[in-house]
């Protein structure tokens, strides 16, 4: 079974800075890569996305703060995380798909505290 490996996360301060960083399979085809972020009681959510020609999204709630980006050199998707909120906090996971089949990283979690 594929699946997606993940670094990163941990323990920041509101405002502060986290890089989540995920290493993508070599053997299996992909088109599309993202960050999914889970809190307690809500459903998992997609908050960036890019493809393979580096076309990337955002949902409002990480709009001008968060930056996915490919690291081809490296073969990883990565999620620079700026000016951290409270409501920032959940367990992202790291998605990878192409057509129907989708790879799921194991989560990492993200914690943002005074």
């Known amino acids: 079974q594929v699946q997606l490996v993940e670094s990163g996360g941990g323990l920041a301060q509101p405002g502060g800075s986290l890089r989540l960083s995920c290493e993508l399979p070599r053997d299996v085809q992909i088109y599309g890569m993202g960050w999914y972020r889970q809190t307690p009681g809500i459903k998992r959510d997609l908050i960036a996305s890019?493809?393979?020609?580096?076309?990337?999204s955002y949902a409002d709630s990480v709009k001008g703060r968060f930056t996915i980006s490919r690291d081809k050199t490296k073969n990883t998707v990565d999620l620079q995380m700026n000016n951290l909120k409270l409501e920032d906090t959940g367990v992202y996971y790291c998605?990878?798909?192409?057509?129907?089949?989708?790879?799921w990283g194991q989560g990492t979690q993200v914690t943002v505290s005074a």
């Open positions: 998605s990878a798909w192409f057509r129907q089949t989708t790879y």
């Open positions: 890019i493809n393979v020609i580096d076309a990337a």
